[in-house]
């Protein structure tokens, strides 16, 4: 699982801004596990020490959500 490179606090807002076309790249704070560069990825938020509330199915070309799936 990765995070959006904005800690948004309600996948609402994530949607509206890659539906507007703000270019959002993944990554993952561990810096344990690469992020994926092209495919499907799962992000979660708002960032940790926060609990995370929700989570979304994206699809991510050359680093960038391109797509909210759900």
Known sequence: ???AEINFKHKKQL???VQD???LRT???SGMF???QDG???IEGPWYPEPHRWYAS???QDGVIVKVKS
């Open 1 to 3: 699982m990765s995070y």
């Open 15 to 17: 949607k509206q801004d």
């Open 21 to 23: 076309g703000a270019r």
């Open 27 to 29: 990554f993952n704070p």
């Open 34 to 36: 690469p992020v994926k």
């Open 40 to 42: 499907s990825d799962v």
């Open 58 to 60: 994206v699809l991510v």
